[in-house]
């Protein structure tokens, strides 16, 4: 982990694109979402623990901007920092790189909710702490 923001790699595949070799749309949102599973895993957050502990996360809003494409074996670059955080929600702010490229800039806004009823609830206190100290590092910059 990177105590300014994180950073994952991946592999565009065969699955990920069009008949023309291009990403399709909807397909960068599994690459937003594997940085911001593994941003959190970094941090002591898997997923799996979570939801146990009556936890989870749901995607409240996305702003995505397309730049340029991604095509079949790129190697991407998915950066993700915090932007903000409240009491059951957090901002991320992600981009998409290949190379020296910038690919896509997206926000996304995350509920944290109760798995087994759906409805809002206070993210853990101790991981709001973190993710707020994270938001104060930040020296990657908010996505704009």
Do not use: W
């Amino acid at each position: 982990m990177v105590n300014h923001g994180f950073r994952i790699e991946c592999r565009v595949y065969y699955e990920d694109t069009d008949a023309a070799g291009i990403v399709y749309y909807a397909n960068y949102l599994r690459f937003l979402e594997r940085g911001r599973t593994e941003f959190l895993r970094t941090l002591g957050h898997d997923q799996s623990t979570l939801m146990k502990r009556g936890v989870a996360f749901a995607v409240r809003s996305l702003n995505a901007e397309y730049l340029k494409p991604a095509k079949l074996d790129d190697l991407l670059a998915i950066e993700t920092v915090v932007e903000s955080v409240a009491r059951a929600q957090v901002v991320f702010a992600q981009s998409i790189h290949c190379g020296q490229n910038r690919l896509l800039d997206a926000k996304v806004r995350i509920a944290c909710i109760d798995p087994t009823r759906g409805k809002p609830i206070a993210l853990p206190t101790a991981m709001r702490e973190q993710l707020d100290e994270l938001r104060r590092q930040n020296t990657l910059g908010p996505i704009e």
